[in-house]
């Protein structure tokens, strides 16, 4: 390792094609103030190296690219972001460099607010793939820069919008990286989002349809009620191991005292999910699951007309303009017009992963039941696909592996299992309970994930899990299509459960156009 101002110097002279080093900042060890909500764990002293690039137009994007001093594993680490991102994603960032990696992280271009790329399709790009690909390049010619060598193996992980970007990567720059852990991805993007405005007019056009968190907390109790053996819910837990299985008669709600009328209207239409009123093409699979209308992003958080709008329809004001009224969305005409803008660009759809494959590159795919923002249902029918393009559930398992994990809500927390690889204090790191540590197996000792262990923390809170050194249970979770069934006894314990292959059909599927 060479000296701090040895170091600045090269990392100074490094010539960044449209770009530039901002900022070098050696950090020592220690606790870092980030206003966190929770206490974290002192990080090791290591190098942070900031990045703007503008690589056409009004593009302009952040990087960071965090470097251990000591104890580098030899690897390199890209991550994602959530939402329309515009920040670092800091708790990516802090698992990583606790971990031994180089870890980079990107902002993706949208920075300071996702209004600033209304009529700017060279950011749309930044955002749809070319950040997370300038972010690996770079990364790379820092790392080797830093180090005098480059990293031996490269990993990417990331959920929801890092699912996206997990995709794209496989998709577009299949040699970027030797592993990819993709948490619940939106990677349909465009269609995702028609979803959004679906369920957000069900829910916001009459001021009786929307729901408070105690109204949906009941909802799910009472979905629980009815179909809990149906839905593979243990006794004792508070989630469905499988609600692919639960089709919800709402007239369980007409007792008078539940819900209203408005309401009853409203959760037929998202549980039937967003549908062309002219041909009857599915459009998207129906965003709340059975089971997770309580949880955060669900139907209380989807009823907030303002915010859930400012937070999650960002990408129609893109090309409709700022002040649009999403009231007048169109199902029919306007999803072309956006599929033409944007699918191109936001959708890593694709189920053509031979390149990826043939660099020898790895997946783990993992999705949870009790997710209300993105359904696992989407994600399990892209897998499908993938099989379908590989010929077969065993070329593709050579290098793609998919785990659909019971309680697990959007990437992490729920009313099951809360983590299975994010970086949570309590979870351990070994290769069946944190993703992660499997990926890393597979790709350098080629041991393949059979099965994961995610884990719970205690009184249900991950908070706890990351200001205790202990969790309360864990599940087994299998590589689809095997799947844990329980048969009888303590649930907590993994003896109690068989492997047994459940194939998941009957699926409601969007139509082949919508699914560029």
Known sequence: MCTEDEARGKLKSLKITNGEITQIE???????????????????????????MSPEGDSNILIEVWMPLTNWNSNFL?????GHAGTMNRLSLINGIRRGYATANTD?????????????????????????????????????????????????????TGGQ??????????????????????????????????????????????????????????????????????????FFAQPDRITVNTDIFKDGKLLNDEQIRAMQIIYNGPVNPVTGERIFAPV???????????????????????????????????????TKFDFNRDVDFVDEQLAPI??????????????????????GTADPIIPYTDSLQYYERVIEAQN?????????????IPGLAHVFD??????????????????????????????????????????????????????LDEYEYERPVYAYPSMAVYKSGDPNQLAHYSKEKHIISNLPKPALKYLN
């Open 26 to 52: 050696f950090v020592p060890a220690g606790v870092p103030d980030f206003g966190l909500a929770f206490p974290l764990e002192p990080l090791p002293e290591h190098c942070r190296v900031c990045v703007r």
């Open 78 to 82: 890209g991550t994602g972001n959530g």
């Open 108 to 160: 993706m271009g949208t920075a300071p607010d996702p209004d600033m790329l209304i009529g700017k399709p060279e950011r749309w790009v930044d955002f749809g793939y070319r950040a997370t690909h300038l972010m690996t390049v770079v990364a790379k010619e820092i790392i080797q820069a830093f180090y005098g060598r480059a990293p031996k193996f490269s990993y990417f992980t990331g959920g929801s």
């Open 165 to 238: 970007q997990g995709l794209m990567e496989a998709q577009r720059y299949p040699e970027d990286y030797n592993g990819i852990l993709v948490m619940a991805p939106a990677n349909n993007r465009t269609h995702l989002h028609i979803a959004f405005i679906w369920n957000w007019l069900a829910l916001t056009q009459n001021p009786d349809a929307g729901f408070d968190e105690q109204q949906a907390a009941t909802v799910t109790e009472q979905i629980l009620v009815h179909y809990g053996a149906e839905g593979g819910c243990i006794p004792g837990d508070h």
């Open 288 to 326: 709340v699951v059975p089971g997770s209308e309580r949880f955060p992003l669900g139907l209380s958080a989807q009823s907030d007309k303002d915010e859930f709008a400012k937070s999650f329809l960002y990408l129609f004001r893109w090309i409709f303009g700022k002040d649009y009224d999403f």
């Open 346 to 367: 936001l959708n890593a759809n694709s189920a053509d992963l031979h390149d990826y494959k043939n660099a020898g590159g790895k997946i783990i795919m993992l999705h």
């Open 392 to 404: 077969g559930l065993e070329n593709t398992q050579s290098f793609f592996r998919y785990f659909i």
């Open 414 to 467: 729920g009313p099951g299992v809360q983590d299975i690889g994010i970086g949570i204090r309590a979870t351990p790191k070994d290769r069946e309970h944190d993703a992660l540590t499997a990926l890393s197996a597979w790709v350098e000792e080629g041991i393949a994930p059979e099965r994961l262990l995610p884990v719970a923390f205690k009184d249900g809170s991950i908070v706890n899990g990351f200001i």
